[in-house]
């Protein structure tokens, strides 16, 4: 699966589907608008132009038509009717659903700056890349999401899935998406959230639903195995346990259940750190752990000062956690 770009008119799921189609209607009607405005006025320019055989005398004005005036206030009046009317129905189409009972529900939590994903259903507690099960149109099983933020306003975009909708403290937000192809879809932090709101990046992976329950069930298993010979791996595990880590930070298993950073259980099953900010390596991680602030300046989470030596053990402690 390689990244999909995050183009709004290549959507893959019905919100975003809908929303596509209804602005090409609405561009093909005001286009046609601006051919009939545009053309007129050239004809008009070309056929009224002023001529070397004018006599300097104004052409015979004319004044009042009712008929004229009927259909220029008319027309308009039914095509904005039009225009307003299957916009309504394509926003009840959308918003207007009730959440079918076979629906995955998510609660996002938009955080400075970075994605906290909750499956309550499923147990499941993950981090900036949401996965989810691809619904099929016939029966569709779509996504739920519940949007709450733990500080400032956020907006959760992925462009070929759904609209914006934003996260907003204190007050609880909806939307679902219904993807029909498996892929990876992108997208972003869509409302100016401070310093790193740029890096504050989000990537759906849409599985077929076999797929998704083995991911399912990879997620929902509780402690990381953590094999006990590997004194790298104990030492990392102390490191953690040992230090402010375990304030923000929660690894099923250990004495860490902070929710101020992102859950690190299945940290390895991811693709990115940092919301997107770099790919998940042994290299980046080590970078991350060593300065925050160089990879993402003005993240949250900071430089630990940590020794060289336990950094290796640290990391070596987080690659052990699929
Ligand atoms: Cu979060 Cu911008």
Same mark, same amino acid.
């Given at each position: 699966?390689?990244?999909?770009?995050?183009? +709004?008119?290549?959507?893959? $799921?019905?919100?975003?589907? !809908?929303?596509?189609?209804?602005?090409?209607?609405?561009?093909?009607? =005001?286009?046609?608008?601006?051919?009939?405005?545009?053309?007129?006025?050239?004809?008009?320019?070309?056929?009224?132009?002023?001529?070397? =055989?004018?006599?300097?005398?104004?052409?015979?004005?004319?004044?009042?038509?009712?008929?004229?005036?009927?259909?220029?206030?008319?027309?308009?009046?039914?095509?904005?009717?039009?225009?307003?009317?299957?916009?309504?129905?394509?926003?009840? $189409?959308?918003?207007?659903? *009730?959440?079918?009972?076979?629906?995955?529900?998510?609660?996002?939590?938009?955080?400075q700056?970075?994605?906290?994903?909750?499956?309550?259903?499923?147990? +499941?507690?993950?981090?900036?890349?949401?996965?989810? @099960?691809? $619904?099929? @149109?016939?029966?569709?099983?779509?996504?739920?999401?519940?949007?709450?933020s733990?500080d400032v306003a956020h907006?959760?975009?992925? &462009?070929?899935?759904?609209?914006? *909708?934003?996260?907003?403290p204190?007050?609880?937000?909806?939307?679902?998406?219904?993807?029909?192809?498996?892929?990876?879809?992108?997208?972003?932090?869509?409302?100016?959230c401070g310093?790193?709101?740029?890096?504050?990046?989000?990537?759906?992976?849409?599985?077929? !639903?076999?797929?998704?329950?083995?991911?399912?069930?990879?997620?929902?298993?509780?402690? &990381?195995?953590? &094999?006990?010979?590997?004194?790298?791996?104990?030492?990392?595990? !102390?490191?953690?346990?040992?230090?402010?880590?375990?304030?923000?930070?929660?690894?099923?298993?250990?004495?860490?259940?902070? !929710?101020?950073?992102?859950?690190?259980?299945?940290?390895? $099953?991811?693709? *990115?750190?940092?919301?997107?900010?770099?790919?998940?390596?042994?290299?980046?991680?080590?970078?991350? +752990?060593?300065?925050?602030?160089?990879?993402?300046?003005?993240?949250?989470? &900071?430089?630990?000062?940590? *020794?060289?030596?336990? +950094?290796?053990?640290?990391?070596?402690?987080?690659?052990?956690?699929?």
């Amino acid at each position: 699966m390689g990244d999909a770009p995050a183009n +709004i008119f290549a959507a893959v $799921s019905a919100p975003a589907s !809908r929303t596509s189609e209804l602005s090409l209607f609405v561009l093909a009607v =005001t286009g046609a608008i601006f051919f009939v405005v545009f053309g007129l006025t050239i004809v008009a320019v070309v056929r009224f132009r002023r001529r070397d =055989t004018d006599d300097g005398r104004e052409p015979p004005q004319v004044y009042g038509s009712n008929q004229l005036e009927t259909a220029w206030t008319v027309v308009p009046v039914l095509i904005v009717l039009v225009l307003a009317l299957t916009t309504a129905r394509v926003i009840q $189409s959308i918003q207007g659903v *009730t959440r079918p009972a076979n629906a995955i529900d998510v609660i996002v939590i938009g955080h400075q700056w970075w994605w906290e994903l909750r499956y309550p259903g499923l147990g +499941i507690v993950t981090a900036n890349e949401l996965h989810v @099960p691809v $619904s099929d @149109p016939l029966a569709p099983t779509p996504t739920w999401l519940t949007l709450l933020s733990a500080d400032v306003a956020h907006s959760f975009w992925v &462009p070929r899935l759904a609209g914006k *909708t934003d996260l907003i403290p204190n007050r609880v937000n909806h939307m679902w998406i219904a993807p029909t192809a498996p892929g990876v879809y992108v997208g972003q932090c869509a409302e100016y959230c401070g310093t790193q709101h740029a890096k504050m990046l989000l990537r759906v992976y849409v599985h077929p !639903r076999d797929e998704f329950e083995r991911w399912a069930q990879a997620q929902r298993q509780g402690d &990381p195995q953590v &094999p006990s010979e590997l004194d790298a791996v104990v030492a990392g595990r !102390r490191v953690f346990e040992s230090n402010a880590c375990i304030n923000c930070h929660s690894v099923a298993g250990t004495v860490g259940n902070g !929710r101020y950073g992102p859950d690190l259980t299945h940290l390895m $099953s991811r693709a *990115t750190l940092a919301a997107g900010a770099a790919p998940l390596s042994p290299e980046t991680l080590r970078a991350w +752990i060593r300065d925050p602030n160089g990879i993402k300046p003005g993240a949250h989470m &900071p430089a630990m000062k940590l *020794t060289e030596q336990q +950094i290796d053990q640290l990391v070596q402690f987080l690659l052990t956690l699929h």
